[in-house]
């Protein structure tokens, strides 16, 4: 196996795709947590979700459509009047629902955003939520992990169910914690020594059978719920231990790097390419992994400058996060 397909696939199969679940949980414990859930409440937390969720995704998804539609005019990116891009009301009201990519349905047009459009519409549907993990406790979670582990069965190749149900189940996961007066921590830590058995041999079964059809609707469902205990154990044990430690930029910069690490990463490469095309498997693997890490400190920079100069704005675009 070539290097770069060796490395790509060796780090989906032990960290990819575990972030979204994670904070899909977080998500639901928090949103009921230490309340008497009601029509106040409700309009309360809606209320605050709209600064802190709405605002922030319609601006990064507009605002990264109104960029490539001036850069597309710029001579170093457009090359031939054919690169000129021209979008309809249509395609901006596409950009902040599914824009439409090819063999995609589930993404706005700021890709990872799926999450946080999800994350808006499951907080609109939390009373639903709410009535569901209160009356039926534990099986109605049991349930929904259910539909969650076979919805390769279920909706197949149809993204938009795929990732709805893991919206659906983790948030819930979470709620389910917080709605019953349960210590989300000391619960999932109850697992914390089967989860560092069980991950490693779970990830490398998964790497072993990678391109395997069977990965996809048996083993990787089973390696990001068990991935998601073993990451949480872990997080919680370094914390403990004093291993790591929260850095308030860090914290305050996470949102602002990941409604913008997709667009620089692709503006980079695309600049990159026209000045040193990878031709080798070894060149390709090394821009794999400075790529990231230029694009990461050109945010981190961006975000430094903007919190300083444009305070105000910045916690807009934000949700608050400065």
Not at 179 to 203: D, K, Q, T, W
Request: glycine letters at 4%; aromatic letters at 20%; a positive charge.
């Amino acid at each position: 196996m070539p290097t770069y397909r060796l490395i790509t696939s060796f780090l989906f199969s032990t960290i990819g795709q575990l972030t979204v679940p994670f904070f899909f949980l977080i998500s639901g414990y928090f949103f009921f947590l230490r309340m008497d859930f009601n029509a106040i409440t409700y309009i309360r937390k809606m209320r605050s979700r709209l600064h802190t969720l709405l605002i922030p995704y319609l601006f990064w998804n507009w605002g990264w459509m109104i960029f490539y539609l001036v850069a597309s005019r710029l001579p170093l990116l457009s090359k031939n009047p054919e690169t000129v891009i021209d979008y309809s009301l249509l395609d901006f009201l596409k950009g902040i629902w599914v824009y439409g990519y090819p063999n995609d349905n589930v993404s706005p047009f700021d890709l990872p955003l799926w999450f946080l459009r999800n994350l808006i519409l499951i907080a609109s549907c939390s009373p639903l939520v709410y009535w569901l993990i209160k009356y039926t406790r534990l099986y109605g979670v049991l349930f929904l992990g259910l539909v969650w582990y076979g919805r390769f069965y279920l909706f197949g190749t149809d993204l938009w169910w795929r990732y709805m149900m893991n919206t659906v189940f983790f948030f819930s996961l979470g709620a389910y914690f917080s709605i019953h007066g349960m210590n989300m921590l000391s619960e999932i830590r109850r697992l914390r020594v089967i989860s560092f058995i069980l991950y490693p041999l779970i990830a490398l079964l998964s790497f072993m059978t990678y391109d395997v059809s069977y990965n996809m609707v048996y083993i990787e469902p089973l390696r990001r719920l068990v991935g998601l205990l073993f990451f949480f154990n872990l997080i919680a044990w370094l914390f403990e231990r004093r291993k790591i430690r929260l850095r308030p930029f860090l914290v305050s910069v996470s949102f602002f790097l990941y409604a913008s690490h997709i667009f620089v990463e692709s503006l980079g490469r695309e600049l990159m390419n026209r000045v040193f095309l990878p031709k080798t498997d070894i060149e390709a693997t090394v821009i794999f992994f400075i790529l990231p890490s230029v694009a990461t400190v050109f945010i981190l920079t961006l975000y430094y400058l903007l919190r300083r100069l444009m305070p105000r704005l910045t916690a807009i675009i934000t949700g608050g996060r400065i």
